[in-house]
């Protein structure tokens, strides 16, 4: 497995923009797959954005396409969640995760590896 530590999250108003960092550490990272997922409180944990081992495929849920940017920097062990244009329906705590594939999955069941979450609020 891989331990992942993220960190960027805050307290922001509508509008504004936030950088989410995840920095992993462990074997194999440049062979894992990469999301965010994020949950609300009542509501089940969704997925926000995800990224192949090689960087070059992303994806994004409908909710966020157009405003967040993943990306994630090999040489630093490190994922990047860019947001903007954030809107109070953001508001949740943010999971960083990693599993064991080339290509990525926007099933929560695909990775292995977990965050502690970050907060995010955005204030309308």
């Known amino acids: 497995q891989v331990q992942l530590v993220e960190s960027g999250g805050g307290l922001v108003q509508a509008g504004d923009s936030l950088r989410l960092s995840c920095a992993a550490s462990g074997r194999m990272f440049f062979t894992y797959a990469m999301g965010w997922f994020r949950q609300a409180p009542g509501k089940e944990r969704e997925f926000v954005a995800a990224i192949s081992f090689t960087g070059l495929d992303t994806g994004y849920a409908d909710s966020v396409k157009g405003r967040f940017t993943l990306s994630r920097d090999i040489s630093k062990n490190t994922m990047y969640l860019q947001m903007n244009n954030l809107k109070h329906e953001d508001t949740a705590v943010y999971y960083c995760?990693?599993?064991?594939?080339?290509?990525?999955?926007?099933?929560?069941?695909?990775?292995?590896?977990w965050g502690q979450g970050t907060q995010v609020t955005v204030s309308s």
């Open positions: 995760a990693a599993g064991p594939h080339t290509t990525f999955t926007v099933e929560a069941a695909g990775y292995d590896s």
